[in-house]
């Protein structure tokens, strides 16, 4: 398909049909945007961009959030897969970047481990459906609250211990199904009180310790921000052992821009550490829903190289 010289382009400038796909989907016509950028010379984004269905477009019913994020050109996420009809967001057609990947059970003890590998095992199936690539844990099932069903206030050796062997389970049967399940870190100041591994750093130890492909950590900086700040750190830290990284501004978890974080500058740090994963802003709308995905995308989109890259002086613009 030759680009037309009709839009100020070289007419030398051609894109391979052959990786194109079917144009008439969501995922088909992403791949003939990102396509057309290339063969015209476009700076391709830097991170591969996702945000929450839980928690942006809330006036419309769930499926409908699911396509309103796709025709953004989002990759979707979503929370507890047992509250959604699967079968209409497979019909959405659009990329899923992650969800919950166990529904009961936690890594505090054998039952607990049980339950969440079976439940793990029943996430897979509906991933496999969804094409989601990256799975969801946490150290406890939470409720549809945020709040943990079974709090851990003090976390004992044999607690660690059986994190640490679950976790490896876990990983495997991950690699066996081609996907990576993801240990999330959380705040337990506001949002998840009792929540056992929540810490970054403990978080980042048992991903470490188990040392697996098919385990990662799902960085979230609005949780991290609250528990213990210090996130640029954190996250050269973390580098290679990063599955995802999760957004949201601090205080009132809304899109980047309208708290205390410095975005920029973590766009900044991931780019110099070479990241080109996933980024996914899990955050509330300050204002209108449209105007959230903006500002996120103004920061970590595509064409974003120069919006936060430092002056010549090394300062980052205002």
């Not at 047992?82 to 990947?101: C, E, K």
């Not at 095992?121 to 509906?126: I, K, M, P, T």
């Not at 995802?244 to 821009?257: I, S, T, W, Y």
Request: aromatic share 6%; charged share 20%; hydrophobic share 45%.
């Amino acid at each position: 398909m030759a680009a037309s010289d009709s839009f100020g382009l070289s007419a030398s400038a051609t894109v391979d049909e052959s990786r194109l796909g079917p144009a008439s989907s969501v995922e088909g016509v992403s791949q003939l945007i990102d396509a057309i950028g290339t063969a015209i010379g476009l700076e391709p984004a830097l991170f591969d961009l996702a945000v929450c269905a839980e928690m942006v477009f809330l006036d419309l019913p769930f499926e409908q959030r699911v396509r309103r994020i796709a025709e953004f050109g989002f990759q979707v996420e979503i929370w507890n897969w047992t509250y959604h009809d699967i079968d209409a967001l497979v019909q959405t057609g659009a990329r899923f970047s992650s969800m919950v990947g166990h529904t009961a059970g936690s890594l505090l003890d054998d039952d607990g481990a049980n339950a969440l590998l079976q439940s793990a095992e029943e996430s897979l199936a509906v991933a496999e459906r969804l094409n989601c690539r990256r799975l969801l844990v946490f150290g406890t099932e939470l409720g549809p609250d945020g709040v943990p069903l079974r709090p851990a206030h003090e976390v004992t050796g044999a607690m660690w211990l059986n994190a640490y062997r679950t976790l490896c389970r876990l990983a495997e049967l991950g690699e066996r199904a081609g996907v990576t399940f993801c240990l999330e870190n959380l705040n337990t100041v506001i949002d998840h009180p009792g929540a056992p591994f929540a810490r970054p750093q403990d978080t980042l130890a048992l991903v470490e310790a188990v040392n697996r492909p098919g385990l990662r950590m799902m960085l979230d900086l609005y949780h991290a921000q609250i528990g213990e700040g210090n996130l640029i750190e954190l996250l050269r830290r973390a580098d290679s052992l990063i599955g995802e990284v999760q957004v949201a501004d601090v205080p009132g978890r809304c899109e980047p821009g309208t708290g205390e974080i410095n975005y920029s500058a973590i766009a900044v740090a991931l780019k110099e550490m070479s990241y080109c994963g996933t980024v996914g802003l899990e955050a509330y709308a300050s204002g209108e829903d449209e105007v959230a995905l903006e500002r996120f995308s103004s920061v970590f989109g595509a064409g974003a190289t120069t919006a936060i890259g430092r002056r010549e002086d090394g300062a980052f613009p205002v």
